[in-house]
C-alpha cells in the first residue's frame, strides 16, 4: 500500500528558529515529491522534486529529496510568524498523487 | 485573472440528499482533480481527469461521481451512498499530469 509520512506531526518555535520537516514515502512508480504550504484553506505549492541530492531553495526555505533512502526535509531557517502553517508533503506514484497527514507549524514571536 | 475557483464555499444539505460541487479552472490545465480532507488525515483523491471525457477513480471514490465535458469544468457530485460526506473537498488542477497541482479555496460540505 503506498503510503506517505510526515513528522513531527506538529512543532511549536520562537521567531528566529531554524525548522526541519521530515516526510518519508512507500510507493511503487515514484515519479516526483512535492511540498505544499496550507494556511487557511487552499494549499499553495514550494517545490517540486524528483532528482536525489539537488537541493531546491526559495528564500528561507530549501528542501532535498533522497530516492535511495526514501526521504525528503524541508527546512525553514529564520522563522517567522507568518511561516505558522501546516505543511503537507504529497508523492505522485504513477498518475496518483499521496499526501501525508501534514506537519503543523507554529511560530511564536 | 487565471484561477481555480470552487463553489459554493459552505454547502449545507440533509442526509440522503445528492449535492454537487463546482470545480472551474481558466488556466488551460489539462488535468484536474478531487480530494477530500478530513481533520488529522492528509487529502485523499478522490478522482482525476487527465484529459476532457475521461477520469479515473482514485482510493476514495465510493458514493461520489463526476463529469469532464469541457476542460474547464470538472464538478463532483456527492451522493447519498457516500457514508460519511461531510468533510472539506478541494480541487486542484495542473498544466499536465506531470506538473504541481494549483488548488481552489475548498468547499466545506456539511450534512445534517
Known amino acids: 500500500e503506498d503510503k506517505v509520512v510526515q513528522s513531527p506531526l506538529s512543532l511549536v518555535v520562537h521567531e528566529g528558529d531554524t525548522v526541519t520537516l521530515n516526510c518519508s514515502y512507500e510507493?511503487?512508480?515514484?515519479?516526483?515529491l512535492l511540498w505544499y504550504k496550507q494556511e487557511k484553506k487552499a494549499p499553495t505549492f514550494l517545490f517540486m522534486l524528483t532528482s536525489s541530492g539537488i537541493e531546491k531553495k526559495s528564500g528561507r526555505l530549501s528542501s532535498i529529496l533522497d530516492k535511495k533512502e526514501l526521504f525528503s526535509i524541508l527546512n525553514i531557517t529564520a522563522t517567522q510568524t507568518g511561516d505558522s502553517a501546516v505543511y503537507l508533503c504529497?508523492?505522485?506514484?504513477?498518475?496518483?498523487?499521496?499526501f501525508g497527514t501534514g506537519t503543523s507549524l507554529t511560530v511564536i514571536p | 485573472d487565471g484561477g481555480i475557483t470552487q463553489s459554493p464555499k459552505y454547502l449545507f444539505r440533509k442526509e440522503g440528499q445528492n449535492v454537487t460541487l463546482s470545480c472551474e479552472q481558466n488556466?488551460?490545465?489539462?488535468?484536474m482533480y478531487w480530494y477530500r480532507q478530513d481533520p488529522g488525515q492528509g487529502l485523499r483523491l478522490i478522482y482525476y481527469?487527465?484529459?476532457?471525457?475521461?477520469?479515473q477513480k482514485g482510493d476514495i471514490a465510493e458514493g461520489y461521481s463526476v463529469s469532464r465535458e469541457k476542460k474547464e469544468s470538472f464538478p463532483l457530485t456527492v451522493t447519498s451512498a457516500q457514508k460519511n460526506p461531510t468533510a472539506f473537498y478541494l480541487c486542484a488542477s495542473s498544466e499536465t499530469a506531470y506538473n504541481e497541482q494549483f488548488f481552489g479555496p475548498g468547499t466545506r460540505l456539511t450534512v445534517l
Open positions: 510507493v511503487t512508480n515514484f515519479r516526483s
Open positions: 488556466l488551460n490545465h489539462d488535468a
Open positions: 504529497a508523492v505522485r506514484a504513477g498518475n496518483q498523487f499521496y
Open positions: 481527469s487527465q484529459i476532457v471525457n475521461d477520469f
